[in-house]
C-alpha cells in the first residue's frame, strides 16, 4: 500500500477506504484513534498523528532521490551526477555560483512553459518567498511550480484522455477518430494557417504566427478566434468550434 501512496494524507484516505469495506461499512477516524492512543499513553493529544505524518512524508525512496537530483541539476546546484547501481549511491558533482545565476537557471526552466513577460511576472513574488537564502528560495519556487502548475496540466490530460475513451465508448470508433485528429492537429494551431474571408481579405489564423509561438500574451486574441469561427469558411461553424476547442487543449 505504501507504493502506491506518496502523501501521508492519501495514505490515510486509503487506510480508512480499506477499513470501511473490510469491516461492512463501519467507518474509522484515523485522526481519533491516534488521539485515543495519545491519551492511553498519557502523550499530548496530537503527538501520535502529527509523528505519523512527518515519518511518512519524511520516507525517501529511490525515485523521490532522482526526483530531487533532477530539480537540484535544473537550478544549476548540482552540474554533474552517476548513478552506482550495486550499491544504490549516486555521486553528485557541483560547483558554488552566485545566487543571480541559480535565478537565472530557474529563468530558463519556466521559459520552457510561459512567454518571458508571464515568467518575469511570477518571478517578482521570489524574493517574497520566507527562505533565508537564494538557493532555498529558488527550490521552495520549483517544487511549489511542480506541484502546482505541471501536476494540474498532467491532471487535464488524464481528463483529456478519460474523455475520449468515454467518447469511443459512448457514440463510437467515427467520433473518437475526430476527437483524437482534432487533439493533435487543430488548425489554428497550425503554422502558416490561413483563410479568406467574405471580402477576399486573407486572414492570418494562425495562432504560433499570431503571437510568436505563445510569446506575446494579450487578451484580443481570445475575441479574434471566437470570431474565426463565424467567418472562417473553410468549415461550418461546428467543426470550427471543434478545431477551437482543440487548439485550447493543445495550449
Known amino acids: 500500500m505504501r507504493a ?6 492519501a495514505f490515510i484516505e486509503e487506510i480508512c477506504d480499506n477499513y470501511e469495506h473490510f469491516t461492512d461499512g463501519q467507518g474509522l477516524d484515523f485522526e481519533t484513534f491516534c488521539n485515543n492512543l495519545d491519551i492511553s499513553k498519557g502523550k499530548p493529544i496530537g503527538t501520535t498523528y502529527k509523528m505519523f505524518i512527518a515519518l511518512y512524508n519524511g520516507h525517501r525512496d529511490k525515485m523521490d532521490t532522482e526526483k530531487a537530483i533532477y530539480r537540484l541539476s ?16 549516486f555521486t553528485l558533482k557541483g560547483i558554488k555560483k552566485s ?11 519556466l521559459l520552457k512553459y510561459y512567454s518571458e513577460k508571464t515568467t518575469k511576472a511570477k518571478l517578482r513574488n521570489l524574493d517574497k518567498i520566507d527562505e533565508p537564502t537564494q538557493i532555498r528560495k529558488a527550490l521552495y519556487f520549483l517544487v511549489n511550480f511542480v506541484y502546482s502548475e505541471i501536476q494540474k496540466k498532467r491532471q487535464l490530460a488524464i481528463h483529456d484522455m478519460k474523455t475520449a475513451c468515454r467518447l469511443g ?6 467520433e473518437l477518430k475526430d476527437y483524437i485528429d482534432l487533439y493533435f492537429n487543430s488548425k489554428y494551431a497550425r503554422a502558416r494557417y490561413s483563410y479568406f474571408n467574405e471580402k477576399g481579405k486573407e486572414v ?3 495562432l ?7 510569446k506575446n500574451e494579450d487578451l484580443k486574441w481570445v475575441w479574434f478566434f471566437i470570431e474565426i469561427v463565424e467567418e472562417d469558411p473553410k468549415a ?15 495550449c
Open 236 to 250: 461550418g461553424q461546428i467543426d470550427n468550434i471543434k478545431h477551437l476547442r482543440a487548439l485550447v487543449l493543445e
Open 204 to 206: 492570418n489564423a494562425s
Open 99 to 109: 545566487a543571480k545565476e541559480y535565478g537565472d537557471n530557474l529563468q530558463k526552466y
Open 74 to 89: 535544473t537550478l544549476g546546484i548540482i552540474d554533474d551526477y552517476t548513478v552506482n547501481f550495486s550499491s544504490n549511491t
Open 208 to 214: 504560433p504566427d499570431l503571437t510568436d509561438n505563445g
Open 4 to 9: 502506491n501512496c506518496t502523501e501521508a494524507m
Open 169 to 174: 465508448l459512448e457514440k463510437g470508433s467515427v
